[in-house]
């Protein structure tokens, strides 16, 4: 987010809008994916609790898969949309060897993320499997969370000219001149 800012220019301020979003529809998926595995008095937040996930619940881990995926900035997901719009804008700000870095980064994260997916499918489960009664309105949250992960990053369009026309509206707003050119530099 904060390579989008310093891009200074309207792909980048749009490209941010549309990374909010994105993050925050996936970030929320994954913490919810943690929630609906909770139990009462006993922490379930460690690697270890995943381990055997996919055997053990396939629609809990499927969704959180998504979530890491995008996270890690996997296509077709709105993770990798979004970061490739950032991409673009530091490029068209002159900031390629910002975009190096934000890539250089990506790719570190996608170890982390990724342990995840390896743990829930790959590890023997430490425990047995327990009947988990996730509340209806949270099986919806993890639902709308997972629809748009995806439709974001198979169909970015709408939501990337809404953040362009918001983008284009702050502009309108803040008066004359170029808004984005403005601001202090770094």
Excluded: C
């Excluded at 995926?69 to 979004?82: C, E, H, K, W, Y």
């Excluded at 209806?136 to 198979?154: K, R, Y």
């Amino acid at each position: 987010l904060l390579v989008a800012l310093a891009s200074r220019n309207e792909l980048g301020a749009s490209s941010f809008l549309f990374y909010l979003l994105a993050y925050t529809l996936m970030t929320l998926g994954a913490f919810g994916v943690v929630i609906a595995l909770g139990r009462r008095g006993e922490p379930n937040e460690t690697l270890p609790d995943l381990a055997g996930l996919g055997s053990r619940h396939p629609f809990l881990a499927a969704v959180m898969a998504v979530f890491m995926f995008s996270l890690a900035g996997v296509p077709p997901t709105a993770g990798f949309i979004g970061k490739f719009y950032i991409f673009s804008a530091a490029v068209e700000a002159g900031l390629g060897w910002l975009a190096v870095v934000m890539v250089l980064a990506s790719v570190i994260s996608v170890y982390y993320y990724l342990k995840v997916t390896v743990a829930m499918y790959m590890w023997d489960p430490a425990q047995g499997v327990a009947r988990l009664r996730a509340h209806p309105l949270l099986v919806t949250a993890l639902v709308v969370a997972l629809l748009g992960v995806l439709q974001m990053g198979i169909y970015p369009g709408p939501i990337i000219d809404l953040a362009g026309r918001s983008v284009e509206g702050i502009v309108a707003a803040v008066g004359d001149g170029d808004a984005m050119g403005d601001l202090p530099g770094p």
